[in-house]
C-alpha cells in the first residue's frame, strides 16, 4: 500500500473523528465520509420540494419560493418532528418535477452554499472566472458570446449552454460527456481554458482554496459533515442549478386557457385553437406582462391585434409541429429530445473537420457509432431570447438565421442526420444513376459507393417563416424568480 493511499485512508478515517480534528490532507480532496456531529442537525435542514401544475397544492403557492412547514421522522431516533420546508413552485409547461439524485438531496443550506459558489471567482486560476461568468443570469444563463471566454482571456471552441432547464437534461455539454448537473459541475474547474490552466490536479488546488476560506469550511461542515471536497461542491452547485427553471410562456398560458375552454365546452377535445391564443394575449396586455416584449408588442397600441396574432401564433405552432419539422428534435415540456444530431454545423466546402465530430468521440472505444459522428445535442427552445447566439457554434446570430439554416437544410456532409436528408430524392439518385440516367451534378457523392447526401430544404415562405419565428418567441416564459437569478438575493434577506 503506498504512502499517498494510507495517507487518504486515513483522511476518511479521521472524518468521524471529534470537530477539533485536523484539517485532512489533501489526498483526501475528492471525498470524504461524513461525521454527523458537524451537520446541522436533522430537525434544523430544510427540505426543498418541487411542486408541479398537475398537483392541487400549485394553484395555493403564491410565488415560485414559498417557506412552510412539514411533519417528518428522524432517520437517527425515528421520532416525528416539524421542520421548516420550502416548495418550488415548477413554472407552468414543466409538468414533472427535475429528478433529484438520492445523494444529493435537496435542502435550503445546500443550495444556498451551492449558489455561493456558483457565483464566486474562487475556484479559477487566477481568480477572474466563476460560474456565472460564462452562464450569467442576465444574458439568459449563458453569455451571449460566439464562443466562452475563459482565464486569461482563452477562447473557448464552443458556444455557451444554458442552465435554463438544464436539471432536465438526460446529458450535459454538447456532446453529452456529462450524465448529470453534478458532473457538469465538475467540468469547468478541470478545463485549462475555462477556470484552470497549468495545474496537475486543478480540483486538488480548487478545494485547497475552498479549505483555506474559513467561512466555506463551516458551511461544508454543517452541510455534509466535513471539510470541502470535489463531491461536495458538485453537489452543491448542482442543486443551485436544479432551480434554474424556465417555463410559463405565453404558449404555456394558450394552452391552459385552452383547457379551460374546452373543459367549460364539455366538448372533450382538447385542441389549440387561435382564440386560445389570443384570450392568452388579451390578458397580458391587460396585466402588461412580459410577453408582450417578447413578440415585440405595445401595450398601449398593439392591445386590437390581438385576435390577429393568435392567428399566426397557430400558424406558427403548426409548423414548428409539421411542415418545418421541428417536433423531429425539439420535443416534450422542454423542447428537446435529449438525443444528438448532425446538422452539418462546421462542415467545410461538404467535409467535416475532426474537431467537429461532436458526440461520437465522446463515445468509449467499443462503442463508436459512425452515426453520431458530428453530432451535437439537441437543445430546448425555451428562452430563446435571451440565449442568442445559437448552435453549439454560435453562428447563427438570430432566430431568423436560424430558420433559414433549416430552411435549406443545414449544411451537406457525409454524415448528416438522416432528419436533416430528403432521402427519397436520395433514393431516386442512386436509381437513376443505376440505370445509367442522368444525374444532377451539384448532388454531393460520398465514399467507395458515392453515397449521395441531399439535405432536405422545407421551402417555407416568407409568411410562414416569420409566423414560426413568433411561435418560437411565444415560447420565451418569463423571468426567472430573483431568489434564483439575483446573485445577490437569498432566503431571509
Request: hydrophobic content about 40%; glycine content about 8%.
Amino acid at each position: 500500500m503506498t504512502v499517498r493511499w494510507v495517507l487518504f485512508v486515513f483522511a476518511l478515517l479521521a472524518s468521524t473523528a471529534p470537530a477539533t480534528a485536523a484539517q485532512p490532507p489533501l489526498e483526501a480532496a475528492d471525498f470524504l465520509l461524513p461525521n454527523e456531529s458537524k451537520m446541522t442537525p436533522f430537525k434544523d435542514r430544510v427540505p426543498v420540494v418541487f411542486v408541479t401544475s398537475n398537483q392541487p397544492e400549485w394553484k395555493t403557492l403564491k410565488g415560485f419560493w414559498t417557506e412552510g412547514t412539514q411533519e417528518d421522522a428522524d432517520p437517527a431516533s425515528g421520532q416525528k418532528v416539524t421542520r421548516k420546508v420550502v416548495k418550488l413552485k415548477v413554472p407552468l409547461g414543466l409538468t414533472q418535477a427535475p429528478v433529484v439524485p438520492a445523494e444529493n438531496a435537496m435542502t435550503v443550506e445546500k443550495w444556498v452554499l451551492g449558489k455561493q459558489l456558483y457565483y464566486d471567482k474562487i475556484m479559477s486560476t487566477n481568480g477572474s472566472v466563476a460560474c456565472a461568468t460564462c452562464h450569467a443570469p442576465t444574458r439568459g444563463f449563458s453569455d451571449g458570446k460566439r464562443t466562452s471566454t475563459g482565464i486569461n482571456d482563452a477562447l473557448g471552441p464552443i458556444n455557451s449552454p444554458t442552465v435554463f432547464n438544464s436539471a432536465y437534461n438526460r446529458f450535459q455539454f454538447w456532446d453529452g460527456r456529462g450524465s448529470s448537473l453534478e458532473d457538469q459541475a465538475q467540468g469547468p474547474v478541470g478545463n485549462n481554458k475555462e477556470m484552470f490552466g497549468g495545474k496537475a490536479d486543478p480540483w486538488e488546488e480548487a478545494v485547497a482554496r475552498l479549505r483555506a476560506n474559513a467561512g466555506y469550511v463551516k458551511a461544508f461542515n454543517a452541510v455534509f459533515g466535513h471539510a470541502p471536497t470535489r463531491d461536495a461542491a458538485a453537489k452543491a452547485i448542482a442543486t443551485y442549478e436544479r432551480t434554474v427553471l424556465l417555463g410559463n410562456s405565453l404558449h404555456d398560458k394558450a394552452e391552459a386557457a385552452m383547457r379551460k375552454r374546452v373543459i367549460e365546452e364539455e366538448s372533450g377535445k382538447f385542441v389549440l385553437k387561435s382564440e386560445d391564443y389570443a384570450s392568452a394575449l388579451k390578458d397580458e396586455f391587460a396585466a402588461k406582462g412580459t410577453a408582450l416584449k417578447d413578440l415585440g408588442l405595445d401595450a398601449a397600441t398593439d392591445a386590437g391585434k390581438a385576435d390577429e396574432l393568435g392567428k399566426r401564433l397557430l400558424a406558427g405552432r403548426d409548423l414548428f409541429f409539421n411542415k418545418a419539422r421541428c417536433t423531429n428534435c425539439h420535443t416534450g415540456d422542454t423542447y428537446t429530445d435529449h438525443g444528438f444530431h448532425n446538422l452539418g454545423i462546421g462542415a467545410k466546402d461538404g467535409e467535416l473537420p475532426l474537431d467537429e465530430f461532436g458526440r461520437f468521440v465522446r463515445l468509449p472505444t467499443g462503442h463508436k457509432d459512425t452515426a453520431l459522428v458530428g453530432a451535437f445535442k439537441t437543445p430546448g427552445t425555451r428562452g430563446l431570447l435571451w440565449t442568442s447566439p445559437y448552435m453549439h457554434s454560435g453562428d447563427e446570430k438570430t432566430l431568423e438565421q436560424v430558420v433559414d439554416f433549416y430552411d435549406r437544410g443545414g449544411n451537406v456532409n457525409a454524415w448528416l442526420s438522416e432528419k436533416m436528408r430528403d432521402t427519397a430524392a436520395e433514393s431516386a439518385y442512386i436509381k437513376a444513376r443505376a440505370e445509367g440516367k442522368p444525374v444532377d451534378p451539384a448532388v454531393k457523392t460520398y465514399g467507395p459507393t458515392k453515397k449521395p447526401i441531399i439535405p432536405l430544404k422545407l421551402n417555407l415562405t416568407a409568411q410562414e417563416k416569420a409566423d414560426l419565428v413568433l411561435f418560437l418567441r411565444a415560447l420565451n416564459g418569463d423571468p426567472l424568480d430573483p431568489i434564483v437569478a439575483d446573485p445577490e438575493k437569498f432566503p431571509g434577506k
